[in-house]
């Protein structure tokens, strides 16, 4: 069994690689969850029940519940493998020649929300991690995904008509970031809108062997400077950048304890936490205990009945399947979405979704340059995979929602204001479609600042 594993570990590593290097990053997010899951599975095939996990009950460790797991690893590594390989759009890499302007009371509202959210918590110097909280409502949910994805689109939209240069919007993305996540403990949201803007951003500049080694780069400084804020969150407020150091120092040994421990440097990126979520959602599934594909349309109630406003307007709301996991074991928050969909309907549930996940970031990869429209939905998309992939299903639809969202408001301000997004072109008295959903500008007026 670990064999297996390590062979799934290995393809799905070689394909995360490559839709990086392709400049893939919805594909990505997804392969590369995969491919730490896939070590993290093999270490406990080889060793035994992680040390970290020792809270969890030793019967969900046994072969059973392990085979069951690869079982699912090979589904959706399948799946992934031959959609990220095989082209989906004829209409690849086929630049849009138009870039609507996000309105601008929209970008101001979206850039006070991240002045609020960086206002919102004290940083990891100042308090203990998870005790930061200045006003009484969390604002790093929706909102806060919501208005990142505006800027990346409005920082993508000045780079392809020539107004900046990629590595300044890059660098201005890193900074908010870091002001509204980093500086707060908070990575994985973060290190997924970094990496997908450097995958949109760079790739508009130089050739692929220039931006390979660019976007390597920024994979190897993200991932180290998310694993490190991981490691040392907790102490920084008492022993400051003392307790970095000591961090690193201790992850040179991590990967000589892992037949003693179980887990290896995969842990530092959660993958010990998600391989153990999905052995408990298999364990609850297989003794008759199903979500019965709740997980998939829960969303939506969820949309409707937004965590900040249940309190203030009376309102109750269905249990996330994270939340209802607790009920069942002791996990450090979240819940990988391979378990998730396990726990929700077996390996059909597994394979329908993972379908629809993979072929809609594949998708969204594929045509992303194509239109504004697909922009928008990469971005929405694409930013929340990441740390999604470990959140849970709702955790993915959000930002799918929030694409149809912002597509369907973009639509309806245009119809209104008739101006920004959809005008009359005044030379030809052409309409001009908001968001390239269909037709085009004409080539000589693509770039004019709108």
Partial sequence: MAGTLDVLFAV???????????????SFFIVANLAIVARALSNIARYGQPSSQSFLPRYIFGDNHMGIAMNVLAIASAVAFVLVAVPLSSRARRHAGYW?????????AALLYLVLVAASMRTVFAARYSEQQVFDVALTGGGHTLSMSILVYTLLRRICSGWMRPVHGLLICAAV??????????????????????????RQEGGLARYSVKILTLLAA???????????????????????????????????????????????????????????????????????????????????KPA?????????????????????????????????????????????????FVGLAKLCDERCMTSPAWALVAICYGGTLLMGFGYGVAQIMRGLINSVGLLAAFWLYSLVRRSSSLEFDRDTRETVPALGISGRLPGDQHNQRL
């Fill in 12 to 26: 799905n590593t070689i394909v995360a690689l490559w839709a990086l290097i392709k400049a893939y990053p919805c």
């Fill in 222 to 304: 993200a991932a180290l400077s998310a694993v490190v804020m991981r490691g040392v969150r907790v102490h920084l407020h008492e022993q400051g950048l003392g307790a970095v150091s000591s961090y690193v120092t201790s992850l040179t040994s991590v990967e000589g304890h892992t037949a003693t421990a179980g887990e290896g440097i995969e842990r530092t990126a959660n993958g010990t936490q998600y391989a153990c979520h999905m052995l408990e959602c298999i364990d609850l599934y297989e003794r008759g205990i199903s979500r019965s594909w709740a997980s998939i349309y829960r969303p939506i109630e969820y949309t409707f």
């Fill in 100 to 108: 609507p302007a996000v309105p601008r009371f929209v970008l101001v």
């Fill in 177 to 202: 970031l870091f002001l509204t996540d980093y500086l707060k403990g908070l990575t994985g949201l973060a290190t997924g809108y970094l990496l997908l803007a450097g995958c949109l951003f760079l």
């Fill in 308 to 356: 900040p406003l249940l309190s203030a307007l009376g309102l109750s709301r269905s249990p996330e399947a994270a939340w209802e996991l607790m009920d069942h074991f002791i996990h450090g928050g979240g819940i990988f979405v391979l378990g998730e969909l396990y726990w929700n309907g077996g390996y059909l549930c597994v394979f329908v979704m993972m379908l629809f």
